[in-house]
């Protein structure tokens, strides 16, 4: 009979992580208003991303998922994704140069690593 708890090279951990994209987490100054009303604000942000996003909790945490094997961890991202053609879907306050459902910079996995879901289905 076999054991209930699974052995250590049986373990398979999973990380979720939910809307860490530009319009929900980039940082923003102390002052400017939200970009959109999805936005988690200027304390949240700062919290999430540091204040070198580069080197944030958020970065530190993917960078480490990401060096993780496949056969221990795998990574999920869950991403509201915007239809850019779609007029109901377009925000004018949105900074074109950080496209709003990409996930910032020091977040992105590889290709290779990636499982988006999005309310338009996987990308």
Do not use: C
């Amino acid at each position: 009979m076999r054991d209930a708890i699974p052995s250590a090279s049986e373990r398979l951990a999973v990380l979720l992580t939910q809307s860490i994209q530009n319009d929900m987490v980039a940082p923003i100054g102390r002052f400017d208003p939200i970009p959109n009303k999805l936005h988690v604000g200027y304390a949240e942000a700062l919290r999430l991303m540091g204040e070198n996003p580069a080197e944030g909790p958020v970065a530190r945490t993917m960078r480490w998922a990401q060096h993780q094997p496949d056969e221990i961890l795998r990574l999920i991202h869950i991403r509201d994704w915007h239809d850019p053609a779609d007029p109901s879907q377009r925000n004018p306050r949105r900074r074109p140069s950080r496209p709003a459902s990409q996930l910032p910079r020091p977040t992105r996995p590889t290709a290779a690593r990636i499982f988006s879901v999005g309310k338009t289905g996987s990308r």
